[in-house]
């Protein structure tokens, strides 16, 4: 029986056959020969409900890797903090985190959300088109707008929920949604809930989009590109890919979550720094990144969003985002847009660790913003060397395939703000004592 191959055309491990995973399992194989794109055919256990046997057997042998993930945090997500590592209280410098700007733990910030509490209690207790809906929630709707310079704004209750809801909401199934390849979960999982036809184009690649455009004429298109991709740390190619859908008729769209008030001059993402603003007719971005705390938002014309309010199930059928996750929201637009040397000193220290970790030789792919991808190419590997790195005090992300190619599996570091340049050249010593040195060891 032959084992599942690396498949250079879908970036991905074959899909196992059951036959395959069970003998991996039985005969005490390694179990890095397993991921977790092998576990999705049906059949294993007669009961939908069951997690496959072989599953459950794997992630117990690989317990070793699974307690890198879900880690427990026990402070605020700040540039150091505490988790715990191996049942104990452990300091680390953080670079897993998305508070680029250092709002989620901003005293003004935290003042406003227990400001809320007093005034609002807890939660929205209904969805926003029927009860959910506070004050401060049209306030943020109104400054969100005000900010972005359209007509209206509108929120959800996750970054995931509204890109979701919004790709779901306003394609149907007659349309075609042209993705990029490496395009996040949640807008791949909206064109699918939609019905509606699905394309990819190659990562960036304005001819590729040009092909799968041209594939596909004759029917209402949407391109579906990132400002900053979450995994890769590269900007979206706009300038050039809105050119390509423009010029098949195309409307484009943006997820800004990773970009949205800590890029541009202003904070309005990948979209103002590019200078594409007015080709994009609506923007979405997040709350659960640079502004610190949760939730999503799409602004737009009024006629647009006034539909996708009745048409975007996660917000029609999902209770509003609690006042004082929008209390706190609000301070933290506030804050950004009064503030833009946060964001001068977040792209300062991507700037410094990039060219230091460039220097150390270490692989960071295309990134070119705060977010960088560490790469290391081989997944037992970087289990290893993602134990160390937390032993010695610092927290980064293991990221396995099939969320990247598998010769890329990589560790996630996000550089933020707060960071100082302290906290920087410590974490470089880490990695450069723990990758390089193991490296030149093994040579
Ligand atoms: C590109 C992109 N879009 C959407 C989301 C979903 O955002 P949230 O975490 O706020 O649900 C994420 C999450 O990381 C993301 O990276």
Redesign the pocket.
């Known amino acids: 029986m032959a084992a599942p191959r690396w498949n250079p055309a879908t970036r991905g491990i074959e899909a196992a056959p059951a036959e395959f995973c069970h003998k991996v399992m039985n005969q005490n194989q390694d179990p890095f020969k397993l991921s977790l794109s092998n576990f999705l055919a049906a059949g294993e256990s007669n009961d939908p409900l069951q997690a496959p046997p072989n599953f459950t057997k794997w992630v117990r042998e690989s317990a070793w890797a699974r307690t890198l993930y879900e880690p427990e945090l026990l402070a605020t997500a700040d540039a150091r903090t505490t988790i715990n590592y191996d049942g104990k209280q452990h300091s680390v410098i953080n670079l897993c985190s998305?508070n680029y700007l250092g709002l989620a733990n901003h005293p003004e910030v935290i003042a406003a959300a227990h400001e809320a509490l007093k005034t609002h209690g807890l939660g929205a207790c209904g969805a926003p088109i029927l009860s959910g809906m506070t004050d401060l929630h049209r306030e943020l709707e109104r400054r969100v707008a005000k900010f972005l310079g359209r007509e209206d704004a509108m929120l959800f209750n996750?970054?995931?929920?509204g890109?979701l809801g919004t790709i779901s909401g306003l394609l149907r199934k007659l349309d075609v949604a042209i993705l990029d390849n490496r395009s996040?979960l949640?807008?791949r999982d909206g064109a699918v809930l939609s019905r509606c036809r699905t394309e990819k184009f190659e990562h960036n690649d304005p001819a590729s989009l040009d092909t799968a455009l041209t594939r596909q004429q004759g029917r209402r298109q949407l391109v579906i590109m990132?400002g900053i991709y979450?995994m890769d740390g590269d900007f979206g190619n706009l300038r050039e890919l809105i050119g390509v859908a423009e010029s098949h008729g195309a409307s484009a769209f943006v997820?800004e979550?990773?970009s949205m008030l800590a890029c541009g001059d202003n904070g309005r993402g990948a979209a103002e720094k590019f200078g594409v603003e007015d080709r994009i007719p609506l923007v979405y971005g997040?709350?659960?990144?640079a502004f610190g705390a949760?939730?999503?938002f799409v602004a737009g014309s009024s006629e647009t969003l006034e539909y996708l309010r009745f048409y975007a199930h996660p917000y029609v059928y999902s209770c509003a985002l609690p006042p004082v996750v929008v209390a706190a929201a609000l301070k933290a637009l506030e804050i950004g847009m009064r503030q833009p040397e946060l964001r001068t000193q977040l792209w300062e220290n991507a700037d410094y660790f990039h060219a230091r970790l460039r220097g150390l030789g270490i692989d960071t792919g295309s990134s070119t913003t705060y977010v960088m991808p560490i790469v290391i190419g081989e997944r037992e590997r970087m289990y290893r060397l993602g134990h160390e790195l937390r032993q010695r005090g610092l927290w980064v992300a293991p990221v396995d395939y099939p969320a990247v190619p598998l010769n890329r599996v990589c560790f996630r570091a996000c550089v933020t703000a707060k960071h100082t340049r302290a906290d920087l050249d410590e974490a470089l010593n880490i990695l450069e004592d723990t990758l390089v040195a193991a490296t030149l060891q093994n040579a």
């Open positions: 998305y996750s970054g995931f929920g890109a996040h949640s807008l990132e979450s997820d979550a990773h997040t709350f659960s990144k949760l939730g999503g």
